[in-house]
């Protein structure tokens, strides 16, 4: 797998990624994001994306909640729920009060669902 360069070499690890991300760049946070994306474990993805999103510029913040919705998919319900909670400024900011009344709505479908 080809990683972004802020990720070749020695292999950074996510908490270093997050560490990083509030003295980068908007180039180098798109970096950061493609990395975050590309981390094969779906409880350690979720959390670097969870902590990388706030840190992100809004012209990448969507893609970053879109990877986080992807990827709590594979995670337990109570992770999944705690980092969409967490997702809910950024959702915010990014679709307004519609936004967060739509993860609202989704979140209560799924806990109908599977009780």
Sequence with gaps: MRYPKIC??????CRSLVALAPHLGPEQLGEALAA???IG???ERISTLDA???WLP???QADALVALIDAAGNVSRSQSLFRV???SRPTFELGGP???LELRRAINDVCR???
């Design 98 to 100: 519609g936004a967060v």
């Design 52 to 54: 990388l999103v706030g």
């Design 58 to 60: 809004s012209t990448l």
């Design 41 to 43: 474990d779906a409880s």
């Design 36 to 38: 975050a994306k590309a």
């Design 113 to 115: 669902w599977y009780p």
């Design 8 to 13: 070749r070499g020695r292999g950074i690890s």
């Design 85 to 87: 909670i967490n997702a």
